[in-house]
Each structure stands twice: as structure tokens, then as C-alpha cells.
């Protein structure tokens, strides 16, 4: 995925112009990526949540948004990130090391981060 890409996709996101089908966890990542290089960690996650909030919104789909696996995945972006790597590349690196859905599951028990609990709030990890 070129910057253009990426950028297209991450503004496509923004203004709820993909189908629900076309934004898969790699894209997720990718958006993840541009919102950490563009400000710092906090920030990073209040426009990921507006924006997945958004458009979870916009396709009518409750209880889409996950507060703390959106938090658990941004911080493995942020802890893999390269910001010296041009964006292609970082989101290249980070889709290639973080394309395990199921990571989330060496941290956290399913019953924890299947709890409504963890859907709306930040819960900290229970297994490792």
C-alpha cells in the first residue's frame, strides 16, 4: 500500500465512504499507523475511537466499538513503530508483525475481553 493508499483509506474511513466489508483488521493497523505518526499516543486514540465510533454509527451497527482492544491494538502499533520508516513501510512492517487477530488472547482471557466491562472501557490485561 502506497502513502496515497493508506491516506485515501485512513480519509475513506474518516468520512464513512467504505463499506463496512471493506475495513478489515489490516486496514485498522494501517490507520493506526497514520494517526501515531500525526500525534502522540492519547490523541492517536481519541481519533481512533471517534473514527471507529463513526463509523460503526454510520453502517447501524451497535456494539461494534471495543474500547479496550482498540487501546491493546494501538499500543502494539506504538510499541512496533518506526517513525524514521518512511508510512509505507511502517504500515508494511506493522500489518507483516501484528496479523494475528487473535494476539489480543495471549493478554486477555475471553471472558474478560468479551465482557461488556471491556467493550466500554480500558481493562488491563489478565493473562500476561
Not at 65 to 88: G, K, P
Request: charged share 30%.
Amino acid at each position: 500500500m502506497t502513502d496515497a493508499e493508506t491516506l485515501t483509506m485512513v480519509d475513506r474511513l474518516e468520512r464513512c465512504l467504505l463499506a463496512k466489508e471493506q475495513f478489515h483488521h489490516r486496514d485498522h493497523l494501517a490507520v493506526a499507523v497514520v494517526y501515531l505518526y500525526a500525534a502522540d499516543f492519547d490523541t492517536a486514540m481519541d481519533r481512533m475511537r471517534s473514527s471507529l465510533k463513526r463509523f460503526a454509527g454510520h453502517h447501524h451497527v451497535t456494539g461494534l466499538y471495543h474500547e479496550t482492544l482498540t487501546r491493546f491494538w494501538l499500543q502494539q502499533v506504538q510499541m512496533r513503530l518506526d517513525r524514521q520508516l518512511c508510512l509505507a513501510e511502517s504500515v508494511r512492517r506493522i500489518q507483516e508483525q501484528l496479523n494475528d487477530k487473535n494476539l489480543a488472547f495471549e493478554y486477555y482471557s475471553r471472558e474478560r475481553i468479551n465482557s461488556q466491562e471491556a467493550k466500554e472501557k480500558w481493562l488491563p490485561p489478565d493473562v500476561k
